[in-house]
């Protein structure tokens, strides 16, 4: 066992990878040499080489368009985008290809690629690298879209990502990067894509989130504990295709639901799965199910950027509005 930060760990799924399957290759801007903005990648260019860790031109749209065509020739590419904000430009080949080769070819062809990119706000980063589009990625058909919340799920997950036949969007919540260490076995064993993991375990509310924000969520856990509130917190980890029946069955027990996530309200994927439940959990529901999420704006320069994140405090508050239903 090895006591590491969430971006030791996906250095570490990303050696492993490298080591047990020849036909994986990362590409990125600075991903050889520098080993990445976060160094995520430091090591591995001298240790691979550069035909397996490649130094890419700074044009996200080239970069993922090169990671479609290895990945139709049988190569696992595992693409970094330095920051979500960056990654627009490499949406139509995501979109457009990478998502629908197994479709267009009827299965003669897959597209087993990885493309990670660091997201969120909370490093005092300006708007451009503070961005939480996931729910674009989300409602893109073909694509698998993982976002890690740990150390122990960041190695298993990303491993599990590389080793999948179809594109992964993989998406890094840079504010945990270096927040916490965990011990993890560095064993490559890779974790379950598509399950929702139940984190803490209560009766009275569901608290459902994804990414950095496990963090306020758990804090507000431990402070409502001290209420006599037993929240119960649910990490998605897969947002496409999600896990409803942990979803389902946490809120079938406990009768509330709040959900969390860094990204803006409207279109956020908490408007997703705010909908499923009242389609197949509502006979459950004592209370509405309340959302704490971000305005609708862009994420404001760093001076700004407390008020904009949501806090334990709102997650509490929000908490307590459903407890006082019923």
């Known amino acids: 066992m090895a006591e590491i930060t969430l971006v030791e760990a996906v250095r570490a799924a990303l050696a492993h990878a490298l080591e047990e399957d020849p036909s994986v290759i990362i590409l990125g801007e600075d991903v050889g040499v520098d080993g990445g903005v976060f160094r995520a990648t430091e090591g591995l260019w001298q240790r691979f080489g550069r035909d397996r860790v490649r130094d890419t031109p700074l044009s996200e ?9 290895l990945a139709a020739q049988r190569f696992r590419p ?11 430009p490499a949406l139509d080949q995501v979109a457009n290809h990478a998502a629908r080769l197994r479709n267009r070819t009827r299965g003669r062809l897959t597209c087993p690629m990885v493309l990670r990119a660091p997201y969120g706000g909370g490093v005092h980063a300006p708007e451009h690298h503070s961005e939480s589009i996931e729910a674009i990625f989300a409602h893109i058909p073909g694509l698998r879209v993982v976002i890690p919340s740990s150390p122990g ?14 594109p992964v969007v993989f998406f890094e919540p840079k504010r945990l990067y270096r927040a916490q260490r965990e011990e993890v076995a560095l064993d490559g064993a890779g974790l379950p ?7 803490r ?25 001290g209420d006599g509130i037993e929240a119960e917190v649910v990490d998605m ?3 496409k295709p999600y896990d409803a029946a942990t979803l389902l069955a ?37 209370a509405p199910i309340r959302r704490v999420c971000p305005p609708d704006i862009i994420p404001p320069l760093p001076k700004l950027e407390a008020a904009y994140m ?4 709102e997650i509490c508050a929000a908490v307590r509005e459903v407890m006082a239903w019923g």
Do not use: K, N
Request: net charge negative; glycine share 10%.
């Open 193 to 199: 894509l598509d399950t929702a993991f139940t984190l």
């Open 237 to 239: 980890a897969t947002l």
């Open 61 to 69: 749209a080239a970069i993922a368009g090169m990671a479609v065509g």
């Open 201 to 225: 375990e209560g009766r009275d509310v569901s608290v459902i989130t994804w990414g950095a924000m496990t963090r306020e969520c758990l804090e507000a856990a431990e402070a409502l504990a």
């Open 153 to 166: 799920r960041a190695y298993g997950l990303l491993l599990s990502a590389i080793r999948d036949p179809d």
């Open 250 to 286: 946490s809120v079938r027990r406990t009768g509330r639901c709040v959900i969390v996530h860094e990204a803006p309200r409207t279109g956020g994927f908490g408007g997703e799965i705010a909908a499923r439940i009242a389609e197949e959990a509502l006979d459950a529901l004592v």
């Open 310 to 313: 949501p806090t334990a405090a």
């Open 78 to 88: 595992v693409v970094e985008i330095q920051f979500q904000g960056f990654i627009h």
